[in-house]
């Protein structure tokens, strides 16, 4: 009678019936290992990235200052790694500044991964079951266990679909060691299947209020998306690197 009752509400919350022993630490063992895949396959696919951060007044409207950056992640010829910038207006942020934390955000924390390597650095703690349109998760808080200088790392939960056991959503905020006037967003990051086997970042959306030491507050909104995601078919072996163009690049970061 206890396993009808246990494959019921199983089944009414969409998971597996291998769930009735589910073991939070093989899954999360699970669940980086295909991360850890995911990591490697991403790191061979094109795609563009578009970001839009905007301030906003308290009511929620857009007052003037914007940061706009469009850019593809492209291969050079030799399957070199690299960041083209195609579309970077002079920014009017007026009330903020742009750091070299909130890049890293951009480029790592936003569109998290947790992968093998990276799991012995955080507290992964289950919190239950729960659908993310209409797909079966499991839910975990990550926190970070120690904070080192100069690196930028993700707090808050994560979304695990019950069967691919890959990250499909995120939500937190990167934190780190930071001035005290540095406030970051708390943002919400989806995936989405691409070419049916690993689920990649597609969009970020943050809507939030920054609060700073001096008393004063800004609601900022940002919006990322992550587009036309194409396999390269260059060379077998991948480095990372970054380019510089002076007359193309966005604005200097403090």
């Known amino acids: 009678m206890r396993a009808i009752v246990l494959s019921s509400v199983l089944a009414a919350l969409g998971l597996p019936l291998w769930a009735a022993d589910f073991n939070p630490q093989e899954v999360i ?3 980086a290992a295909k991360e850890t895949q995911f990591s490697e396959a991403r790191n061979n696919y094109t795609y563009r990235q578009t970001v839009k951060l905007q301030e906003l007044d308290g009511g929620g409207n857009p007052t003037g200052g914007e ?6 992640i492209i291969f050079t010829p030799e399957g070199k790694r690299m960041e083209k910038v ?18 890293q955000d951009l480029r790592n924390v936003q569109p998290f991964v947790l992968t093998a390597a990276e799991v012995p650095d955080y507290d992964i703690n289950y919190l239950g079951p729960e659908k993310v349109d209409e797909i079966g998760c499991y839910v975990f808080s990550v926190k970070p266990k120690k904070l080192v200088a100069g690196k930028r790392y993700f707090e808050g939960q994560i979304w695990v679909d019950d069967r691919d056991l890959q990250i499909v959503k995120t939500y937190g905020k990167g934190v780190g060691i930071v001035s005290k006037n540095n406030q970051f967003p708390k943002f919400e990051t989806y995936r989405e299947q691409i070419d049916g086997k690993y689920w990649f970042p597609t969009y970020t959306h943050a809507d939030d209020t920054l609060h700073f030491p001096d008393g004063s507050n800004q609601r900022i909104r940002m919006k990322v998306l992550y587009q036309d995601y194409k396999r390269f078919e260059g060379r077998s072996t991948i480095t990372y690197g970054k380019t510089v163009d002076d007359t193309t690049a966005p604005p200097k970061k403090k």
């Open 29 to 31: 063992q699970k669940f």
């Open 86 to 103: 195609v579309y970077a207006p002079v920014q009017t942020l007026r009330q903020i500044l742009l750091t070299p934390e909130d890049e």
């Open 67 to 72: 940061w706009n950056l469009v850019e593809d």
